[in-house]
């Protein structure tokens, strides 16, 4: 956490970007919406909480290819330790990190006039995204460890996290998209994640999109568990 404290650029990706995409957005099409009934600011409440965890784990992978980088994950190796306990450190900070830029996101967007279903809807959706976003740091940490240059390599993680959120149902609902896309964009992993924690929010039945979800989530959990353990004791 004094780590976080002192890197300004974290700093602004977990309380900055994420708000200010949801005041992007809620500015422009937010009005819109309203006119038809349709609560925008809590539709992009789920987006960017997800978002704001994408970030997390993308920082994440940053500091750790810098702890490579230094030296520090070698001296870790050659100690008896298991990858749960030295990896185990980072995701309680992702952890922490994750909280408090959710509760950034969840008190803009309730400012824009998003009407979450309670203290209820808002603790499910918490939990789905922060289970969502140490997957995340799952992956790209297990990513970043296997690479022959991790600073590099968690960057390039960083570049491609908002393409892959922007092809989802992140932004634009489903049945807005073109009848070709719709199916294929409906069913990538960011999709059903963010439905699932919309329907959460809403206090809906995510009915499909929560089955999707829950079955994206049990998998990335443990290959990237897996994945994390091997890349940890694999020797440079």
Known sequence: MLRLRRNTASLVSAFVIPGLFMLSFWSVFGHAAANTGFDYALFLLGACMVQAVMFTAGGSAGALAVDMENGLLSRMRAMPITALVAVGGRLATDLIRSLCSLATVT???LLCGAEPDGLSGLLLGFGVVL????????AFCGIALRSSHPVQTAGLLQTIEMPLLVFSTAFIPVAMLPDWLGPIVEHLPFSPLIDTTRALLAGTNPGAAGWEAFAWLS???LLGSLWVANAFRRQP
């Open 107 to 109: 008190a803009l967007a």
């Open 131 to 138: 289970l969502v976003g140490e997957v995340l740091s799952l």
């Open 219 to 221: 998998a990335g959990l």
